[in-house]
């Protein structure tokens, strides 16, 4: 356990290394004109977004439960991101931007020039993180990503034995996560480096919650930075599922007198994700923020306008008013547990 919190400073110590004076001033902006809005109604953000996620493809080799792109169940076309798009947007908004995650929807390692386009955005001195089901971290891709200078490696584990991973993880084969976890932190020792600050997240669900010990055992003995428990968000839970977990700790669901099931957290009508952080998808659409996987909200197209323009414009405004006047009546945001806290 003491080499997992000396992965979380050494991580923390790194991401604070980003800051710069404009960084600051603009997190700062960006807090203030959130709780002005908190306290007025006015949803003009002060700054750009200090984190964004750029979806490198909507292509996936699993067919995970409770996913739009393992289910294939997607209205908007698959593809993968433009170079050009990606340099575009970075080079637009780098002085500010402190904060970028490559995922979205779909497996980032399924892009051709995933690491490129990391070494792109790490050479600007952004924090740059990724999750992944590792099936494609084979030695090669594993040297490849520590060099690119990624921050952050988030791991999909599951299960720790193959039986409860695959019941989840439809598709997936354990030993090629095992395996590919070896051989990034083998390549960081052979490099000498100290990213990317690898983290297991192990998505809680009733298949694999009993295996949450084991997970945190097998964590320290590969040797990963930090493990992270993840409570899942279904789709079907009113009349419950097999997927929520018997731990109340770990589900965003309590079960009703009548049988049903409600959201655990209170449905506020506020949100911090909407003025510090927003989505991109692989075509250049801009989102309000990830539960939006099929791009319903979209705010602005990025291959029509530049992002600076469409922050301010008015489809995103109408969009955070919308919010703050009842968020229960917008439908992604049902389902939600997150974006009621700064920093959450």
């Known amino acids: 356990m003491k080499s997992l919190l000396n992965g979380q400073v050494k991580d923390g110590l790194n991401f604070f290394s980003k800051l710069t004076p404009k960084r600051v001033a603009n997190a700062v902006k960006l807090m203030t004109s959130y709780y002005r809005s908190r306290q007025t109604g006015m949803t003009?953000?002060?700054?750009?977004?200090?984190?964004?996620?750029?979806?490198?493809?909507?292509?996936?080799?699993?067919?995970?439960?409770?996913?739009?792109?393992?289910?294939?169940?997607?209205?908007?076309?698959?593809?993968?991101?433009?170079?050009?798009?990606?340099?575009?947007?970075?080079?637009?908004?780098?002085?500010?931007?402190?904060?970028?995650?490559?995922?979205?929807?779909?497996?980032?390692?399924?892009?051709?020039?995933?690491?490129?386009?990391?070494?792109?955005?790490?050479?600007?001195?952004?924090?740059?993180?990724?999750?992944?089901?590792?099936?494609?971290?084979?030695?090669?891709?594993?040297?490849?990503?520590?060099e690119s200078g990624l921050d952050r490696l988030i791991i999909s584990i599951d299960g720790t034995t193959q039986e409860v991973y695959q019941q989840y993880r439809v598709g997936g084969k354990l030993e090629k996560v095992l395996e590919g976890t070896r051989n990034i932190i083998r390549w960081k020792k052979e490099l000498k480096s100290r990213t990317p600050h690898v983290l297991f997240q192990f998505l809680v669900v009733q298949p694999n919650e009993h295996q949450i010990a084991d997970a945190k055992r097998l964590a320290t003995e590969l040797g990963v930075d930090e493990i992270k428990f993840k409570t899942a968000q279904i789709y079907d839970y009113e009349r419950g599922n097999p997927l929520i977990p018997t731990l109340d700790r770990y589900s965003r669901y309590a079960p009703q007198q009548d049988g049903t099931y409600r959201i655990k957290s209170a449905l506020d009508?506020?949100?911090?994700?909407?003025?510090?952080?927003?989505?991109?998808?692989?075509?250049?659409?801009?989102?309000?923020?990830?539960?939006?996987?099929?791009?319903?909200?979209?705010?602005?197209?990025?291959?029509?306008q530049r992002f600076t323009e469409l922050w301010q414009g008015a489809p995103y405004q109408n969009f955070r008013q919308a919010l703050i006047r009842s968020r229960s009546e917008i439908d992604m945001c049902k389902n939600c547990t997150e974006g009621t806290k700064v920093w959450a």
Not at 270 to 296: E, N, Q, R, Y
């Open 44 to 146: 003009q953000p002060w700054g750009l977004p200090m984190s964004i996620s750029f979806e490198p493809t909507t292509s996936c080799n699993l067919r995970c439960p409770e996913c739009p792109s393992g289910l294939r169940s997607f209205t908007r076309p698959t593809g993968m991101l433009s170079e050009d798009l990606f340099k575009r947007t970075i080079d637009e908004l780098h002085d500010t931007l402190l904060y970028l995650i490559f995922y979205f929807q779909g497996e980032p390692y399924l892009h051709p020039q995933f690491l490129e386009l990391v070494q792109y955005a790490a050479k600007k001195k952004i924090y740059t993180a990724t999750s992944t089901n590792a099936h494609y971290l084979t030695d090669a891709n594993a040297r490849k990503t520590v």
């Open 269 to 304: 009508d506020h949100c911090w994700k909407m003025w510090h952080s927003c989505v991109i998808t692989w075509d250049g659409l801009v989102v309000p923020c990830c539960f939006d996987k099929d791009a319903d909200h979209r705010v602005g197209d990025l291959q029509q």
